[in-house]
């Protein structure tokens, strides 16, 4: 069944759009402080549209989500008994203890693992905000680190080109239907284990 090649030939079209990079900003300062969606998902197709611009898509994602970063961590630092409670009734309450800890152990280099690795670097970002971390590390950091991933992105997608594009367009419903299954048994596992 054809599920996922319609969404990801209508991915590319919007990749390819005029007001994509706009977009793009948008998702990444978004993701960095509030947002639960990561920009890969747009940066990704986009380079891979548009190899020639895969560096400014790079850039753009970078920049944004340092910004968004910053918000996230005066987030942190001024408002964070306001945030507190839905914090701890959410699902990142786990991945900000984890944040607390990892800060403890390695100070700042926590922030430039959680902006490279797929953890939730928000909740890092709130942290670091909400334990006064000095700011001028925590924005290197954070640059260091989604530029790191940003960029790395950037270049697959720039070394594949249209080859890797049309690669992928032909198995992307196996590789779809293969990540549904996936979820489904890591979700059946995880219950297992925990229920």
Excluded: C
């Excluded at 890969?40 to 891979?48: F, I, K, S």
């Amino acid at each position: 069944m054809k599920l996922f090649s319609p969404l990801y030939d209508r991915t590319m079209r919007w990749a390819r759009h005029r007001h994509a990079p706009w977009y793009l900003g948008g998702v990444s300062f978004a993701e960095s402080s509030f947002f639960p969606i990561p920009p890969d998902v747009m940066l990704a197709p986009m380079a891979l549209a548009r190899p020639e611009k895969a560096w400014r898509y790079a850039l753009i994602t970078t920049l944004a989500s340092v910004a968004g970063g910053l918000l996230g961590y005066f987030i942190g630092l001024l408002a964070f008994s306001a945030i507190e409670p839905w914090l701890q009734s959410s699902r990142y309450w786990s991945a900000y203890e984890t944040a607390i800890a990892w800060f403890g152990r390695w100070g700042v280099l926590a922030v430039f693992i959680a902006g490279f690795s797929p953890i939730p670097y928000k909740v890092f970002t709130i942290a670091a905000g909400a334990l006064s971390m000095a700011l001028l590390p925590f924005a290197l950091a954070s640059m260091v680190g989604r530029g790191a991933r940003f960029f790395l992105v950037a270049a697959l997608m720039r070394w594949g080109g249209a080859r890797m594009e049309a690669q992928l367009r032909t198995h992307i419903d196996g590789l779809g239907w293969a990540t549904v299954a996936l979820v489904v048994v890591g979700a059946a596992l995880y219950w297992a284990h925990n229920g």
